[in-house]
């Protein structure tokens, strides 16, 4: 499987979106269950039919620019954060970037790793293992590179997580991924309650970190991503639930500034399953 990876890599980045965006269609069509789950998601956000068939495409081109991220040349990247993240780093208190699935989202670490990583240190993001042993070996190699350490979900990589922000570093996170049993609280999300991380609020609770919130939108054919970051729109609260709540808001938030390159198709409603 590597070696076809590798292979892959080598391909022209439009070329793989292309190749991406019909498996996209291929998989919502070839599926009832992830078409009904993929049109419920986007319903509850009010998705438009052209938004809805744009974020089918989008869907499978990010399956289809993994080998290029993985393991090829590096993406080309512009910055659209009006400074903040200097100003994040300068403060000195670590940064907390929130990242959703969204757009070319393996993306946004390797961008900062790769402009940042030389001045601030490595940039330590939360991963969780995949269930087939040959991708969670695959995936492991291709995240450890220079600037990036990636950590699992267990209470090891979460300490790995508060050392990184108590030296000033940033910590990356997917809030919108359904976290084990007794990691996470109840909260809506766009008007359903959806089973939503604590762990970023109690990172910042326990660190004081800056919270930045990071999407890379896909440009068309196979020009880049810009990766947009920008702060809360108001501080991240003490209290959990209410916390919670802006969390889920700010994804929103974003997620509606692009809806076409969300992933709709992803189980955000289900429950927990047990911790690893």
Known sequence: MRLLLRALSLFP?????????????????????????????AGLAGCTRAQIAAAV???????????RLWLGRPLPFRWDDQGCIQRAFDAGR???????HMGCFELSPQALA???????????????????????????????????QAVPTTMAGVRQLIKALRQGRAVGLLPDQVPPEGMGAWAPFFGRPAYTMTLAARLVQQTGATVL????????????????VREMREPLSADMDTALAQLNAEMEQLIRACPAQYLWGYARYKAPRGEL
Do not use: K
Request: charged residues 15%; contains cysteine.
């Open 213 to 228: 919130l990071a999407w890379s939108e896909r440009l068309s054919w196979g020009r880049g991503v810009a990766v947009h």
């Open 57 to 67: 495409g989008h869907a499978g081109c990010m399956v289809g620019e993994l080998p």
């Open 114 to 148: 790769a402009d940042y990583s030389d001045r601030q240190g490595p940039m330590t993001i939360l991963y969780r293992p995949a269930r087939q042993a040959w991708l969670a070996r695959a995936m492991a190699s291709v995240r450890e590179r220079p600037g990036l």
């Open 13 to 41: 980045l439009g070329l793989l979106q292309i190749i991406g965006w019909w498996l996209g269609w291929l998989a919502f069509l070839a599926s009832p269950t992830y078409r009904r789950r993929f049109l419920e998601n």
């Open 94 to 100: 670590g940064i907390v970037f929130l990242t959703p």
